[in-house]
């Protein structure tokens, strides 16, 4: 079972993409609505994947991004970004949104629940090709 920590500070969108995450089959989903509440999930579950908002209440992105850069135990964890900010308004290098291990990148006002699913399915699908290979 593939584990995915959403981290979404607003309520109606957490639920829509839960929703569609949780039909995909084989995958678990927490929700964290705060960067802190998300760590609190990181440290009690195996979490898998994160899929981050990167304007939550109390830090950005970018902090909770270095906050779990410097655990060993979570610096691993792939990340897609759901953001309605676009990449290249961060000012951040490609090497740097991978030394933060961002697996893909999705703008937020044009991303359906379907093309997060996709988004999320495409990261596991990797895993099982690199485990097969």
Request: charged share 25%; glycine share 4%; net charge negative.
């Amino acid at each position: 079972m593939n584990r995915v920590l959403l981290i979404e500070d607003d309520a109606w969108l957490s639920e829509l993409y839960c929703s569609a995450l949780a039909k995909v089959s084989g995958l678990e989903v927490d929700r964290a609505s705060s960067a802190s509440t998300a760590l609190e999930a990181l440290d009690s579950s195996k979490i898998d994947l994160i899929v981050l908002d990167m304007f939550l209440g109390e830090h950005n992105g970018v902090e909770f991004l270095h906050e779990i850069a410097s655990y060993q135990d979570t610096r691993r964890i792939p990340v897609i970004i759901l953001s309605a900010v676009h990449k290249h308004d961060f000012g951040m290098q490609p090497d740097r949104w991978a030394h933060y291990n961002v697996v893909e990148y999705l703008y937020k006002p044009s991303t359906k629940p379907d093309q997060l699913v996709g988004a999320v399915s495409k990261q596991f699908l990797k895993d099982t090709q690199k485990v097969t290979s």
